[in-house]
């Protein structure tokens, strides 16, 4: 750490939006003025093909609260905010998306509630959504990790979220090749507090989290933290069993006790429904040995292309 440790850092992850990280900057500074504290600004690129990069130097340069990274290859959010806690050296963190989605103004209502309510991590939900469709995939995605998959966490919870330094350490450790922030920091299980903010709808550009993103976040995020796929694998094979011993029961009896002709159907549907379930299995337990091998290879989480104030 530097000699003189910030009070408070604020991590924003940065892709392909050149023209926010200036606005962004000024909200935070706003925001965070009026708590007469020391703060740093952490902003991390994750390989933007737009000028993002050279609007982050142009900020540091600015400012030199102001400190900037760009990653060597575009990681992923996940990735790219755990390379932000790494480089913070605030006594407190908070982590947001650099897109002006999460609203600056909530940064010391964050601070206030880290600082007083002795919890180590506040999270920040809200309801509000760009439009119907992230409206029902975010109720579709939380009711089946909730009720169906039973992982608890924090519900609609937003990136947006603060920390004391020792969740930061703690997070750290965590060495995961495949992570999902939320995921590893409801494993850690520490005291938390729970804000609701107002989400702001985005002003610029489109979001990068289509709903393919979110399908591959939600998979990583189930794995991460539950078996419960495993277990459905053995109870819909223990299903499938059922159905297959019935059906033979049936066909053979029509085949001894009925005049029958023979015909495609029962054929077909067996093996329509037990090549899907076979394909199905396969594709879940090859994600989770995809997972395995990803991380026994024992590869660098992420590499820094550049730097700017460190």
């Known amino acids: 750490m530097p000699a003189s440790v910030p009070d408070l850092s604020i ?21 965070a003025e009026p708590l007469e504290i020391s703060i740093e600004v952490v902003l991390v690129d994750d390989h933007s093909s737009d000028d993002t990069g050279g609007a982050i130097r142009a900020e540091c340069q600015r400012d030199p609260r102001v400190r900037g990274l760009t990653l060597a290859r575009n990681y992923g959010q996940q990735i790219a905010v755990s390379a932000g806690i790494d480089a913070a050296n605030g006594r407190y963190l908070i982590v947001m998306d650099g897109d002006l989605q999460n609203p600056p103004a909530a940064i010391p209502r964050i601070y206030a509630e880290l600082c007083s309510s002795g919890a180590d991590v506040v999270y920040t939900i809200s309801h509000v959504r760009n439009g119907w469709v992230d409206a029902f995939t975010s109720r579709v995605f939380w009711f089946t990790l909730e009720r169906v998959l039973k992982v608890r966490m924090v519900k609609h919870q937003l990136m947006m979220r603060g920390m004391t330094r020792r969740v930061a350490d703690s997070f750290r450790r965590y060495g995961e090749s495949t992570r999902v922030v939320g995921g590893i920091m409801a494993d850690m299980g520490f005291q938390y507090r729970v804000l609701e903010v107002e989400n702001r709808p985005r002003v610029r550009g489109r979001s990068h989290y289509r709903f393919g993103s979110r399908v591959a976040l939600g998979i990583d995020l189930v794995l991460a933290l539950s078996n419960r796929p495993l277990d459905a694998l053995i109870n819909l094979g223990a299903l499938g069993v059922l159905i297959a011993s019935i059906a033979s029961g049936y066909h053979l009896y029509t085949f001894l006790f009925r005049d029958v002709t023979p015909g495609f159907t029962s054929l077909i549907l067996s093996i329509v429904f037990f090549g899907s379930a076979n394909m199905m299995i396969l594709g879940i337990i090859g994600r989770y040995l995809s997972n395995i091998y990803r991380e026994v290879r024992g590869r660098p989480l992420y590499l820094v292309e550049k730097v700017f104030n460190h």
């Open 11 to 31: 991590v924003a992850t940065v892709y392909n939006d050149a023209e926010v990280v200036s606005p962004l900057v000024q909200e935070i500074f706003a925001a």
